[in-house]
């Protein structure tokens, strides 16, 4: 079946620090890819999306791109800061047949230091 | 816009004891809502997909009788966990779709759980 493998946390950076999270999705046909963001006590929210090969999903300086050759779509930024602090998700959409099911990695905790 | 909101927030019970977890879409209309569990450290578990109006389709291992969940209205979902016992205490977050953006969800910020 689908799947979504991401980077262990957790991840601790200094502020201005580049970040990647890792992510690699296994699935049949062509997936939908997203980041979800989950800051503390709050739900998850969408960071980005990518709905094709090559495209690439930006939101709030963070940025993906769905490799369809190395079955990759890794979250960069280049500068973090401490207010990005949060658990950042992977996961991939599958349509079909009528039904939309998302199928999360395990998340990555990302801490920033002042 | 798209706030999905869940209630409680926290809830602690007596093993034996039935728990309702209500989630509503709040400036929308869901015709879609998700439910999903996450045990700590690890990712979200589809338990059940749930459209306005019908039964519940379970993910495949999800006790339908122990998870009851009710789609009642285009704003409203409820989780009932029946007869609670401590290996259900876990963290439940539901989600929300509309029928013309299937492939957007909206997530709720989660209910913990805690059966003693």
């Known amino acids: 079946g689908d799947s979504v493998t991401q980077m262990e946390g957790p991840v601790t950076l200094s502020e201005e620090a580049f970040l990647t999270i890792n992510c690699t999705y296994t699935?049949?046909?062509?997936?939908?890819l997203f980041w979800y963001v989950q800051y503390p006590g709050e739900g998850l929210q969408l960071l980005l999306k990518?709905?094709?090969?090559?495209d690439k999903g930006s939101n709030k300086g963070f940025e993906a791109t769905y490799r369809k050759e190395t079955t990759s779509f890794h979250l960069e930024k280049g500068s973090v800061q401490v207010s990005d602090s949060a658990v950042y998700f992977c996961a991939l959409l599958y349509s079909g047949a009528g039904s939309y099911q998302l199928t999360f990695g395990k998340g990555t905790k990302l801490s920033v230091i002042p | 816009g798209a706030v999905v909101s869940q209630h409680p927030s926290w809830v602690i019970c007596k093993s034996g004891t039935s728990v309702k977890i209500e989630c509503r879409s709040l400036d929308f209309q869901a015709t879609t809502m998700f439910w999903y569990r996450q045990f700590p450290k690890q990712s979200l578990m589809l338990m059940a997909t749930s459209n306005e109006g019908s039964k519940a389709t379970y993910e495949q291992g999800v006790e339908k009788d122990k998870f009851l969940i009710n789609h009642a209205s285009l704003t409203l979902s409820t989780l009932t966990v029946t007869s609670a016992h401590p290996e259900d205490s876990s963290f439940y977050i539901c989600?929300?779709?509309?029928?013309?953006?299937?492939?957007?969800?909206?997530f709720g910020p989660g209910t913990r759980l805690l059966v003693l």
């Open positions: 989600s929300a779709s509309v029928r013309t953006r299937q492939e957007t969800q909206y």
């Open positions: 990518a709905t094709k090969a090559d």
């Open positions: 699935a049949t046909g062509y997936p939908s």
